[in-house]
């Protein structure tokens, strides 16, 4: 199985022609299937389908983005036992700018989005914390299988991490911010997610 | 006479349903807690089959953090003993999330402002939440000869690779493309049949059969994938890295080879193991020819996923660790199904 063939399911956040199980639909899917499909129409809208019009319409994606996806709980996740060591004004400063990347990561392939076909294939709800699993139907033929791991929070679901493949996206983060954290240091680790964020 | 061999085998086989059973726990080693597991409490749940890795540590207040695994692998912790078999057999029937804090670690986190405790509490959680287990990540201890060729592989990626197969890519139109990589995963059958009888996953080795014989019959050599186009018969993905896995076997340490890329000890044997039942090896033998074929076959491959890698090193911060990391969870992850 080709290891870079996994990075392109990045785009796989954001597609439409859902087919809906009436049966399986919770909440959490719910909730997916919602924002997916705000985003679909954004792409969809002549209006905005203008070169010019490029920026306003990734402000508007990137607006429903961080809606579903709660960054604090990714960077949370993503820091783990380094989390606490940082201090209150480094966890603003870190926060947006890891959800920047993670958006960004997303944002290009969703542009470029063209048909692949998605399939809510199952849910399921333990409390407070729930997994959505979906499967995408490249036109290669193939299906990629991706997990949304939701939590509740005031009522609201949102997105803690994303898994595709059986990879997932906190984890990936969290080695290599665990490798960059104990070499060197936190303002290090800023500096660098920095310089990649707008290297844009 | 042979013939009485297999039957006895797949036999066998057929009655050994899950390698687990057999040879114990599957590679997921207990968690790094002082374990002080009371023997009554294993005792009790010993029937549930699903019950592993329990360990337990003080939470402070003279009571016990139950930390354990339910049969799909996924953690969980609870002051309750209760808890523990209630999940345990609601996840025999349905799969459980993992759960960051359980409400008991919240309520016990807030009541003890003494400083010495709650970090012992608060290292439980964040330890069960997301530590650096020695089971989480995939040691590397070569990492200075790993990251070498991963920088080879990068060059090879973007001076001859990535041209070549752009190249490729104009000239040879995508259906084509997909034919020839169809052709050749269809061509691998032997190692994905034979793996799932090493794994005794007897139903998808007929699966995987059934797949070959459609797809090279109807499907002209393997050319075109009519069992998932007509009859939507999934792949079956196993290789011997997996059954080792499967039967126990860690991945060993993070080996990068230059060319093949990101692999492990374990799924290194599994290559090599593979190899004897790979038929291209059998029907091309001049190595020469060989090479040739496999350059092909990577080029062909490459045409189809431009733009993953450059992906990856883009949305990654080390692009060396996203990769090894991502590599360990995705095979993980393929060890489970």
Redesign the interface.
């Known amino acids: 199985?080709?290891?870079?063939?996994?990075?392109?399911l990045?785009l796989l956040l954001f597609l439409t022609l859902t087919f809906i199980d009436p049966a399986m639909a919770g909440d959490p899917t719910n909730r997916i299937k919602q924002t997916t499909d705000k985003i679909i129409a954004i792409l969809n809208d002549p209006a905005l389908k203008v070169p010019d019009k490029a920026a306003e319409r990734r402000k508007m994606i990137r607006k429903e983005v961080d809606e579903l996806f709660d960054w604090e709980e990714f960077s949370q996740?993503a820091l783990?036992?380094h989390?606490?060591k940082t201090t209150d004004k480094e966890k603003k400063e870190f926060i947006p700018l890891f959800g920047k990347?993670?958006e960004?990561?997303y944002m290009d392939?969703v542009e470029n989005y063209s048909g692949e076909r998605v399939l809510y294939t199952d849910e399921?709800?333990?409390?407070n914390?729930?997994?959505v699993n979906v499967k995408v139907m490249t036109d290669?033929?193939e299906?990629i299988n991706v997990d949304y791991?939701l939590?509740k929070r005031g009522g609201e679901w949102i997105v803690y991490d994303v898994?595709i493949?059986?990879?997932?996206l906190?984890?990936?983060?969290?080695?290599?911010?665990?490798?960059?954290l104990i070499r060197s240091s936190f303002k290090e680790?800023m500096k660098?997610?920095q310089e990649?964020v707008e290297k844009d | 006479m042979r013939y009485i061999y297999i039957t006895l085998i797949f036999t066998m086989l057929w009655f050994i349903q899950s390698p687990v059973l057999v040879f114990g726990q599957s590679s997921k080693a207990s968690p790094s807690v002082e374990t002080m597991t009371p023997k009554s409490y294993k005792m009790s749940i010993a029937h549930l089959k699903s019950a592993s890795d329990i360990a337990v540590k003080h939470d402070g207040f003279g009571g016990y953090l139950y930390y354990y695994r339910d049969s799909w692998g996924n953690k969980h912790i609870t002051n309750n003993i209760d808890h523990i078999a209630q999940n345990l057999q609601k996840a025999d029937a349905?799969?459980?999330?993992?759960?960051?804090k359980g409400p008991d670690q919240d309520a016990a986190e807030k009541k003890q402002p003494d400083s010495s405790r709650s970090e012992e509490a608060?290292d439980s959680s964040?330890?069960f939440?997301?530590?650096?287990k020695p089971e989480?990540?995939i040691s590397d201890p070569l990492e200075p000869m790993n990251r070498a060729f991963f920088h080879f592989n990068d060059k090879l990626y973007f001076w001859f690779l990535k041209p070549v197969a752009s190249g490729y890519k104009v000239v040879v139109p995508?259906p084509v493309r997909?034919s020839v990589r169809n052709f050749f995963y269809n061509a691998a059958f032997p190692v994905r049949f034979v793996n799932c009888l090493f794994q005794a996953k007897i139903e998808d080795a007929g699966v995987e059969l059934s797949r070959f014989l459609v797809n090279t019959f109807v499907g002209v050599a393997g050319f075109f994938?009519m069992a998932?186009?007509k009859f939507n018969i999934?792949r079956q993905?196993e290789d011997l890295g997996q059954t080792l896995g499967t039967y126990g076997m860690g991945p060993g340490i993070y080996i990068n080879w230059p060319i093949l890329?990101?692999s492990s000890l374990r799924d290194t044997v599994g290559l090599v193991g593979d190899a004897f039942l790979d038929p291209l090896n059998y029907i091309v033998p001049r190595t020469k020819y060989r090479m040739s074929v496999n350059t092909y076959e990577g080029i062909n491959?490459t045409s189809?996923?431009i733009?993953?890698?450059e992906?990856?090193k883009?949305?990654?911060?080390?692009p060396y660790?996203?990769?090894?990391?991502?590599?360990f969870?995705?095979r993980?992850?393929?060890i489970?199904e």
């Open positions: 199985m080709n290891i870079k063939y996994l990075y392109q990045s996740r783990a036992r989390w606490r990347l993670v960004r990561t392939k399921k709800i333990e409390g914390y729930g997994v290669k033929n299906e791991r939590k898994s493949a059986g990879v997932s906190v984890n990936n983060y969290r080695v290599q911010f665990n490798d960059i680790l660098r997610l990649k | 349905t799969e459980s999330v993992m759960h960051a608060e964040e330890e939440m997301n530590a650096d989480e990540i995508q997909v994938d998932t186009k999934k993905e890329g990101p491959k189809l996923t733009g993953d890698y992906d990856l883009r949305a990654a911060l080390d660790v996203a990769t090894r990391d991502a590599y969870q995705y993980q992850s393929r489970k």
